[in-house]
């Protein structure tokens, strides 16, 4: 499959202050994306969807950004705290099938 | 149960031998997937089954791994003559149905794979 890949690989954040992580996709077809959380020794945890059809959508403190123009996502975290330290991944799907492709990862380190 | 289980949660194996990794899906989710995650990187896919079609197994590295899904619910990973390449964490997802287009997977805590 294309690769999914992410800008910068660790990001530190002062507790308090917003966090954005940045993903770049290859595949024009994609139309599905989602950002997981993974903290240490636990398996990915969904964050925050997004199809292809929109260019924002907003959850609690999350908000993610799909620029298809440039293939360009992004997931902002409003206030970062502690707890939101973790690996976040970027993963995409096309071609109709549930089979997702995923970054590599960007990890996050919050400092109080 | 509420979640993926994944059993056992870690296993440390000689070179040379087989290991056998079992997953257990959400009730009721149809879709079920296996991926690979090294140290430091992101999730590679190994395998996909939905219902009772022909797994998707595209993204086996190797005749050495296998997977099976009895009844639509458990599945098991199967790494054969392991390898310390092998050495990495084994995560198992499970979703609805791969009919709707959209459908979020839900992640296993994985199994800690060490090859001596």
């Known amino acids: 499959g294309e690769s999914v890949g992410l800008h910068l690989p660790t990001l530190s954040v002062q507790e308090g202050d917003n966090s954005i992580i940045n993903c770049a996709y290859s595949?024009?077809?994609?139309?599905?994306f989602i950002w997981y959380k993974q903290e240490s020794g636990k398996g990915p945890q969904f964050i925050i969807d997004i199809r292809s059809n929109m260019d924002k959508r907003q959850g609690q403190r999350v908000t993610v950004l799909l620029n298809k123009t440039v293939k360009h996502l992004s997931l902002q975290i409003a206030a970062t705290q502690p707890g939101d330290s973790a690996v976040y991944f970027c993963?995409?799907?096309?071609?109709?099938?549930?089979?997702?492709?995923f970054g590599s990862g960007t990890k996050l380190n919050v400092k109080p | 149960g509420a979640g993926v289980s994944q059993s056992p949660s870690n296993k440390v194996t000689e070179k040379g031998k087989d290991v056998e990794l079992r997953c257990d899906p959400i009730?009721?989710?149809?879709?079920l997937y296996w991926y690979r995650q090294s140290l430091g990187q992101g999730l590679e896919f190994l395998i996909y089954f939905q219902g009772n079609s022909a797994p998707d197994k595209s993204g086996l590295p190797s005749d050495r791994f296998s997977a099976e899904r009895t009844g639509g619910s458990v599945s098991t990973l199967t790494i054969q003559r392991t390898q310390q390449e092998d050495s990495a964490v084994y995560l198992c997802a499970s979703s609805l149905d791969h009919r709707s287009s959209y459908n979020e997977q839900f992640f296993g805590p994985g199994t800690r794979l060490t090859v001596l």
């Open positions: 009730s009721g989710h149809t879709a």
């Open positions: 595949n024009s077809a994609s139309d599905y």
């Open positions: 993963a995409e799907k096309y071609n109709n099938f549930n089979k997702f492709y």
